[in-house]
């Protein structure tokens, strides 16, 4: 059963591997065009961005790959040599925490050269070693004390309940469902300074936007984001009564009102057609399937691992081999949230207008250095939104050169 699985990593990192490969060519022809959608300097340099986004995706992949290797021929083994106690749930925290930690320090130099490096050479990252400190000894904490309890509450039942990977799932699925109500409050409280908007104008326009939709939040909130990064972003954040509008800061200050309302709309879209509600099913379809899967397993694949059947094997062997099935459903569950991208647009330039909304999108590209083209095999695999050029198009946005877009996909595929 291990040789299955090892078949199924090796294909994940190919296929993975080959659309950066293919996105990196394709981009790089992509950029001599003339500019689509952004101006000429924010194209090339958009253009560059994402190239060398993909050739770090291209080594951190490599690196994974070897690093699997790693664990599953002696790295595992060793870590349980390493912890001897005879309790199943204490052995499963220290054992699946040990891990965690140990991959992320290994992985750690990549993280650092995007954040210090490539997104501070771009203009994006205002983040200070400080900052990343205080932010990594936070999420830290909060990994050990949340991470390690959820952690001793999937290993109690996999060593009480014979059928532990229905429960496991209702377990688990409950967790999500209570991160996201307490997502923003999190954010609030140890990371982020939440402060009511200060434009009451704007506040009061947004408002009345909610109340239009009948969407009731406990609140419009702006957001200091622009101490850790440059980017424009707005969410709707939290479950229930922690429902709430988050702005980024640089969103406030670059959008004007009726494009901010328009970007909302958008939002308030996927709140109307009930996407938001459709997303957890699809989420809980998956976790269910995924615990059906990993709660099955033979000993022999524990075996061949030089582990035992036991809470801290399971729990670890899931978290290595669940990014490969996510990895193929990812194709389906895009194309459902690109669907769903288009509604949303479509809802959100009926509430305010089409041509806010397209003027919104075009600053959010420039501003982002969002490159508007992207490769159609990598768009299959890894985008949940569709491409900026095909949503424009959509809003009834005219771009001169599209004709060169066209071409550059025929030759792509010529070539394939």
């Known amino acids: 059963m291990l040789e299955l699985f090892i078949l199924g990593y090796c294909i994940y990192f190919l296929v993975n591997f080959y659309t950066s490969f293919m996105q990196i060519g394709f981009v790089q022809k992509a950029k001599k065009l003339k500019p689509v959608i952004l101006s000429l300097d924010k194209y090339k340099t958009a253009g560059e961005y994402s190239v060398e986004k993909e050739r770090i995706n291209l080594v951190s992949s490599l690196y994974e790959f070897a690093l699997f290797f790693v664990w599953i021929g002696f790295g595992l083994s060793a870590l349980d040599s390493l912890i001897t106690t005879q309790s199943l749930w204490l052995k499963a925290i220290l054992f ?20 210090f490096k490539l997104d501070k050479k771009y203009g994006f990252s205002n983040m200070t070693p400080a900052l990343y400190i205080k932010d990594t000894l936070k999420t830290g904490f ?11 509450g999937i290993s109690l039942i996999i060593e009480y309940f014979p059928a532990w990977w229905i429960w496991g799932f209702v377990f688990i699925f409950a967790v999500i469902i209570l991160i996201n109500m307490l997502y923003p409050v999190i954010r609030d409280k140890m990371f982020d300074k939440f402060e009511p908007l200060k434009d009451k104008e704007l ?10 939709v009948g969407f ?39 959008l004007t009102h009726n494009e901010l309302l328009a970007v909302l709309g958008h939002e308030l879209g996927h709140f109307k057609n009930g996407d938001i509600l459709k997303n957890i099913g699809i989420m809980g379809v998956v976790m269910f399937v995924f615990f059906a899967i990993f709660g099955n397993l033979s000993d022999e694949l524990f075996l061949a691992l030089k582990l035992n059947n036991e809470p801290y094997a399971i729990i670890v062997v ?40 397209i003027t919104a999108l075009l600053k959010l590209a420039n501003e982002n250095k969002s490159f508007p083209l992207s490769h159609p095999l990598y768009i299959f695999f890894h985008y949940s939104h569709p491409p900026l050029i095909e949503r424009l198009k959509e809003l009834g946005y005219k771009e001169d050169e599209t004709s060169n877009v066209e071409a550059l996909k025929s030759e792509f595929k010529e070539e394939q």
């Open 96 to 115: 699946v925490d040990a891990f965690i930690i140990i991959n992320w320090i290994l992985t750690l130099p990549f993280d650092l050269y995007s954040t």
């Open 142 to 152: 909060l990994f050990l004390v949340f991470g390690s309890t959820v952690i001793a």
């Open 203 to 212: 506040e009061t326009k947004i408002n009345a936007l909610l109340e239009q």
């Open 216 to 254: 009731k939040s406990s609140g419009v909130f702006s957001v200091d984001a622009s101490k850790r990064d440059n980017r424009l972003n707005a969410y709707f954040g939290g479950l229930g009564s922690t429902k709430r509008v988050v702005l980024f800061d640089t969103l406030v200050e670059k």
């Open 318 to 357: 899931f978290m290595m081999f669940s990014p490969i099935l996510s990895f193929f459903l990812m194709p389906l569950i895009s194309a459902i949230s690109r669907h769903n991208e288009y509604a949303a647009d479509e809802f959100g330039s009926n509430l305010q207008s089409k041509q806010d909304l």
